[in-house]
């Protein structure tokens, strides 16, 4: 008996070794038959330059290719080129306490525990247990006669288990692939609100300044109505003029006042809106005034085809489209066999002491309804509109993706014409400043030699306040213009033009870890 044992032992484990090997072998060529979709970037109608771009040439714009994801590049510290060390200050703070950016952050991190998900079913699941299980057998089991009393046993369980999905039709690989794509969309998504983040501290950073301007030439103006005032009241009581003239001067010094309370207020308004950015109450946060000065940046808008690499928001849209696409291989999986196996090794017996004895010891391998792939054969449908589902998300996902790419050029082409324009604009402007200003001088000259009446110097002198104002506003318009500029573009930009920024960015890998 002996003998006889030994021999069968390793027989046994030979066909078992055999068969576990031709399964295995099976289930790789099965998931080799990945029946889903490859995917490929959906074309789209690139112009080879923007129409209101500068002249082209090979310095500012480099060398024609095809669009490659780049969204992740360092984009550096782009609103340093502005020279301002307090935008680079708030900058800073923005992106360490915004709670926006923390909630995208916090996104990320759950997509990519999704994709972990996803990927350990590509691996054994594993487990132990132990206990007792109380049986009770029916006489008809057992072929007693109706009222005899079927025998009960206990037995006790110290087990490992083990199940595995083998990954037949790309079922699970497709679903993976679906998980990584949905978390490189969740990067990207947190790339567009940290880039947004900064162009919307550095466009209200400078509409605030604008504002400081706009104060600064109240403060002025109000100056000039009350030493006008004064003047008007003195010839009033020499008899030169009528009353007349001393209620218009209050007029428009008190309109002056009402107007600079009124720009006061406009200020305080941006500056809670900068606070909120910061991630802070507008109560803890103040912003000494200072006047802004024009923008002179000039940033390079390079190729169609770099655009559509570096914008993190075309990124996040094509990346959607490959996990609609993994989805539709996921749907199609759903028509051909499934292979569950499950395993079960340790020792059952029916007493606790002699439940570790070698003799105790037992397995249980395969599939536990007895057949090594299952199928669905009828359905009502169910498969069929699982594809036709998944094929029309990937169908929308496509035209978003073209849409928010037509999106981007035509960002692009809006801030290019709006510098282009400003820049006209800003020199008839401030050709039309100096024009009311030598007016307003003479006006006021010749009021004093009692040539023209109080009226022709109030007229003047609105129109410099006006013209004045004007001017600042377009600073600032074209400040503002230049951040959403760059905004468009996706941020800083290589080495496409003459402008250049740091090395260093705030990736999102990194902040979502925190």
């Not at 699941?125 to 006669?145: D, K, M, V, Y």
């Not at 100056?223 to 009528?242: H, M, N, P, T, W």
Request: with cysteine; hydrophobic share 40%.
């Amino acid at each position: 008996m002996k003998r006889i044992t030994s021999v069968a032992g390793p027989t046994w484990m030979g066909r078992m070794a055999r068969g576990a090997l031709l399964s295995g072998l099976m289930a790789t060529l099965l998931a080799a038959c990945a029946v889903g979709p490859k995917y490929q970037r959906p074309e789209v109608d690139t112009p080879a330059a923007f129409k209101e771009a500068p002249a082209a040439t090979a310095e500012n714009t480099g060398t024609w290719k095809l669009a490659e994801p780049a969204d992740a590049a360092h984009r550096g510290q782009w609103w340093t080129v502005f020279g301002d060390a307090k935008l680079n200050e708030l900058e800073e703070q923005a992106l360490a306490a915004n709670q926006d950016l923390k909630a995208a952050a916090a996104r990320v991190q759950q997509s990519r525990a999704v994709q972990n998900a996803a990927r350990s079913a590509l691996f054994p699941q594993i487990g132990a247990g132990f206990g007792p299980t109380r049986e009770h057998f029916s006489p008809a089991s057992q072929f007693l006669p109706e009222n005899a009393q079927g025998p009960q046993t206990t037995l006790w369980r110290a087990q490992t288990t083990v199940s595995y999905e083998a990954d037949l039709f790309g079922r699970v690989s497709s679903n993976v692939a679906a998980a990584r794509a949905d978390t490189q969309q969740s990067e990207a998504l947190f790339r567009s609100v940290q880039l947004s983040l900064q162009a919307d501290v550095a466009a209200n950073y400078f509409s605030l300044r604008e504002l400081d301007t706009e104060q600064e030439l109240y403060r002025r103006t109000v100056a000039l109505r009350e030493d006008g005032l004064k003047l008007v009241e003195q010839r009033f009581k020499e008899g030169d003029i009528s009353e007349l003239d001393v209620a218009q001067a209050k007029n428009e010094l008190a309109s002056a006042r009402a107007d600079a309370v009124g720009v006061a207020r406009q200020r305080a308004a941006s500056e809670h809106s900068l606070a909120i950015l910061l991630g802070k109450a507008p109560a803890e946060f103040s912003l000494a005034e200072m006047p802004l000065d024009p923008a002179t940046v000039r940033v390079p808008p390079g190729l169609p085809s770099a655009l559509l690499e570096r914008r993190p928001d075309v990124a996040a849209a094509e990346r959607a489209m490959q996990a609609a696409n993994a989805r539709i291989g996921l749907a199609k999986s759903a028509y051909f066999p499934q292979l569950d196996v499950t395993g079960a090794f340790g020792f059952e017996s029916a007493s606790l002491g002699d439940l570790f004895k070698w003799s105790s010891r037992a397995f249980l391998l395969g599939p536990a309804a007895g057949a090594a792939l299952t199928l669905p054969l009828f359905d009502g449908g169910r498969r069929k509109a699982g594809v036709e589902q998944a094929k029309g998300q990937y169908d929308e996902n496509v035209a978003q993706y073209r849409q928010q790419v037509l999106i981007a050029f035509r960002e692009v082409e809006d801030n290019l014409s709006d510098l282009r324009l400003l820049d006209d604009q800003i020199r008839q402007q401030n050709d039309a400043v100096e024009a009311s200003e030598r007016a307003s001088h003479l006006s006021d000259t010749q009021y004093r030699e009692g040539e023209v009446n109080y009226l022709n110097v109030l007229d003047s002198e609105r129109t410099v306040l006006v013209t004045q104002r004007q001017a600042s506003q377009l600073n600032g318009a074209q400040a503002v213009a230049t951040v959403n500029l760059i905004r468009a573009l996706g941020g800083g930009w290589g080495d496409a033009g003459t402008v250049q920024v740091g090395a260093t960015d705030t990736q999102a890998p990194k902040e979502a870890k925190q």
